[in-house]
């Protein structure tokens, strides 16, 4: 079981850190996402890191977010730095277990319950 947390509201140009940890799994066997679903549109891929630590991001946080893993926590997080209003969606961690990752909500078996995410302006 996956639990996202630290979600909040903020202005904009401010920051959070997301934490996204597991309860009966181990991590550190997975590749690791994350994702972002705003009323009305589509889930989307944000970010992902993979089992040896390399990450990938959307080019909409490029610069801006890190994802990052801490194997012994069991814990994956998101810092998410300059946020804009257009950032404001819920946010899901989500592990897949296949050896080719991907970016697509599909490639993923595990999902988190989310956590809210609202930028002011």
């Known amino acids: 079981q996956l639990q996202a947390s630290g979600g909040g509201l903020v202005q904009a140009g401010g920051s959070l850190r997301l934490s996204c940890a597991a309860s009966?799994?181990?991590?550190?066997?997975?590749?690791m996402g994350w994702f972002r679903q705003a009323p009305g549109k589509e889930r989307e891929f944000v970010s992902r890191i993979s089992r040896s630590g390399s990450a990938g991001y959307a080019d909409f946080v490029k610069g801006r977010f890190t994802i990052s893993r801490d194997n012994p926590k069991n814990t994956v997080y998101l810092q998410m730095n300059s946020l804009k209003p257009e950032d404001t969606a819920v946010y899901y961690c989500?592990?897949?277990?296949?050896?080719?990752?991907?970016?697509?909500?599909?490639?993923?078996?595990?999902w988190g319950q989310g956590t809210q995410v609202t930028v002011s302006s």
């Open positions: 989500a592990a897949d277990s296949s050896v080719v990752s991907g970016t697509t909500p599909s490639h993923y078996d595990y």
């Open positions: 009966g799994r181990t991590l550190s066997g997975y590749t």
